[in-house]
Structures are given as structure tokens and as C-alpha cells.
């Protein structure tokens, strides 16, 4: 947003807060008015923040009513969320967990990844020391701790089951979908326009069979009347016993060849 664009006195607040630059995400609730009978400032004040586990000094511009600075944690600390990494012991890995194509150390080291950047697995890819594709590692570390979890609670019942024993990582769906998603975004504005009108055939053939089959029944039915009334004397009474089904009458501009000649030039 422009400084110009803003009324003059809200554009004087933002220089005096932001130093002429507006923030990017407000840490406090701008809308809020304050009552008129409380004197509001604001004052750059140092804060910490929990989820950090240094020791690291930051600051920011904070709402002081009455002279009365805010308390408590950084507002934004609750959104840091963190994951619990199954750990295994050296018996355990010799036991249950080894596998021609991964060596102890180089699972050692996935593991310690994971719990450094929170199963942020480009950011793992990216660090590790050997050439290892993202799904690689998605399916090393998922089947290590499925076999963790299962060695540990052979018993389990499946209403107690874990997310990972219940849902195991497929790593050759996982591929998979990843390559459709290219196919899909690597297509051109034509491919996509093609795509299209064959759907669009596609749907008006569907509307058309259900309309040719509903105009067979009604020709059929009203042909049927017409029938049994010119064989009937004036005495004669219908009934369905002499009652003759004539063959379906379909219209002679739509038929099932042209149809199927319309679905050919789909392909």
C-alpha cells in the first residue's frame, strides 16, 4: 500500500510505528478500539518468545494502555506446533529394523533430521549427506516407525492402533501422484482447451442417449394406442391380452450409428 493512498493521519501512525513501512502480519488487533477514557501508546519493548530454544533478544512495537505493558507469552507461539519422533535402540534396530539399502548410520542421521526441522522432509532432502529422493526418505522413516510402533504393541487392537500402523506410507503411489501432478501443470493452455471439448462431447452424447431413450418410449407408447384403437370394433372391449407391443420406433435423424460415429471423433 501506497503511503500516499492512506488518510493523512493513519499514514503518521504507520511511519511513527513501522518507520514508513506498514508490517507485514500485525501482532496485535488493529479493529479492537480501545475505550476513550484510556490513554493508548505504543512502545518498541523486547519480548521472548517460548518456542525459541536460544536465548535470542528480539523486540516489537507493543500496545501500552494506561502506562500498563502487555504480559504473557508472544501471541504467536501458540502456532508453533512440533512433532514427536520415534527414537529406537541399537537392539531394536538390529532386531527389527534393517534393510539392505540403508545402513544404521545413514538412519541415524534421517532420524536426527526429522527432529531437528519437524518432518519438513525438502528441507531433510535438501541436508542429507547422501543422494536420497524425498520419497526415499518419506518411506525409510515411516517403515522404521511402523515397525517400531508394531514391535512395541504387538496387541494393539485397531480402535488403538497409531495413524502409521493404520495408514502406512505408499511410496510407489506417492510417485505416482507426483507425476500426474507434473503431467497436469506441465500442460499448455491448447492441451487444456482440447481437454475440455472432449468433455463437453463427452456430456452432450450422455444427454443425447437419455433423450434419444426417452423419445423411443413415448413413440413406442403412443404408436401402441394408436394400434390397439384401429383394431378394436365398437363392441370389442381392450384389454391387454389383445393388446400387440409394436417394435420401438426410433427418430430417424438420431440413431446409435451416429452417435457412435459422434463418439469416434472424441479419440
Known sequence: MEKNSLPHNESQKVDEIAGGLAPLMPAVDWKKKTPSDKKVTWQWRPFKHSARKDDL??????????????????????????????????????????????????TDQLFDLCDRFNLKFIVIADRFPSSRTVEELKDRYYSVSQAILIARNPSSGDDTLDPLVKEP???????????????????????????????????????????????????????????????????????????????????????????????????
Open 169 to 267: 506410507y505408499n511410496i510407489s503411489q506417492e510417485m505416482k501422484r507426483k507425476r500426474a501432478l507434473s503431467l497436469i501443470l506441465s500442460q499448455t493452455k491448447q492441451q487444456e482447451r482440447r481437454d475440455e471439448e472432449v468433455l463437453a462431447e463427452a456430456k452432450r452424447i450422455s444427454e443425447l442417449r437419455i433423450k434419444v431413450a426417452g423419445e423411443s418410449k413415448s413413440v413406442a407408447a403412443s404408436n401402441s394406442s394408436v394400434d390397439v384403437t384401429e383394431r378394436a370394433s365398437p363392441n370389442e372391449t381392450v384389454s391387454p391380452s389383445n393388446m400387440q407391443r409394436p417394435s420401438t420406433v426410433l427418430p430417424s435423424i438420431i440413431t446409435s450409428d451416429n452417435l457412435g460415429t459422434s463418439a469416434r471423433g472424441l479419440h
Open 57 to 106: 533478544q528480539l523486540s516489537h512495537w507493543v500496545k501500552v494502555v494506561n502506562g500498563v505493558p502487555p504480559t504473557g507469552d508472544y501471541s504467536f507461539a501458540k502456532y508453533n506446533k512440533s512433532v514427536d519422533i520415534t527414537s529406537y535402540t541399537d537392539e531394536e534396530y538390529e532386531k527389527y529394523l534393517t534393510n539392505p539399502n540403508w545402513t544404521k548410520e545413514e
